[in-house]
């Protein structure tokens, strides 16, 4: 039984999806699968139901998923705590273009591990500048020719309306929400592209009461039920619920990108503890 095996199975525990384990380490999907089928036959017996094109994880998946939570955990803190005299003093750059509110999160929690790491963000949209950033934080693109990249997290997105709607609690067709307000995030962002895009295919644009860049506004807005708004499924408030539009399916996925070559071991350190965060 070897470590990556079990990075492996951990990953694809999580997504229930050999693909998307492949693609954060940067391997084959046969790799993955093959690794996990040697797992399978040395301890005796299936992890993952697979079905047609998919993989369910089963009750013997179930339980070694709940005992690797505490490894890999113990394991990240004594990584981290052999890492504390390896810091540097330069502060790591980063441009986040979505996710602020996680990756913040996350800063957060690295900090409270290193406390004399010093950080730098930037939410610039317009900047062009990449090489003096250490990580960007942004959906998929190839705008970061010389980055490499993982996925940090993935989300359901439903439309959010307040509690009391008469639009909650029965089925609907986007094409029925033609006639409501809409909050919204900047044109840059990419929930609003989702909305532009999912709205104009169902034959209208979207009527945007309030539009802005700020999460807290953005938020505070939704909460006041002044219109409708996209929002991660995992988001929930008592004063707003989700609709029901059969029509609606969507995902948004946040990408790190980070230089080919890490030279400080600020940098990898972060890069590291991103890579193993276990997010949504």
Do not use: W
Request: proline letters at 2%; a neutral charge; glycine letters at 4%.
């Amino acid at each position: 039984m070897e470590l990556l095996q079990l990075k492996y199975f951990f990953e694809s525990a999580k997504n229930q999806n050999f693909a998307k384990t492949a693609e954060k380490y940067m391997v084959p999907s046969s790799s993955v699968s093959a690794s996990i089928k040697r797992l399978e036959k040395e301890l005796g017996c299936s992890l993952f139901d697979r079905k047609a094109n998919r993989i369910v994880l089963n009750e013997n998946g179930r339980r070694l998923q709940k005992s690797l939570c505490v490894v890999f955990d113990e394991l990240e803190q004594v990584a981290l705590d052999l890492a504390v005299n390896e810091t540097d003093d330069s502060e790591i750059n980063i441009l986040i273009r979505t996710m602020r509110a996680i990756v913040t999160d996350e800063i957060i929690k690295f900090n409270k591990k290193f406390p004399s790491v010093r950080f730098k963000t930037s939410f610039d949209f317009y900047e062009t500048d990449y090489d003096k950033y250490d990580i960007i934080i942004d959906e998929i693109t190839d705008n970061y020719i010389d980055f490499k990249r993982f996925e940090l997290c993935s989300f359901n997105i439903g439309i959010k309306a307040p509690a009391d709607s008469p639009l909650a609690n029965r089925p609907l067709r986007l094409s029925q929400l033609s006639g409501q307000y809409f909050i919204s995030m900047g044109e840059d962002t990419c929930l609003y592209r989702m909305l532009l895009k999912a709205c104009n295919k169902a034959g209208f644009t979207p009527n945007i009461i309030v539009q802005t860049n700020d999460a807290s506004c953005y938020y505070k807005c939704v909460e006041a039920g002044i219109g409708l708004s996209l929002d991660r499924r995992l988001n929930k408030n008592s004063n707003a619920t989700f609709l029901q539009v059969t029509d609606f399916d969507e995902r948004q996925t946040a990408y790190v990108y980070y230089k080919k070559h890490l030279d400080r071991i600020n940098v990898e350190n972060f890069v590291n503890f991103l890579k193993n965060s276990n997010i949504g």
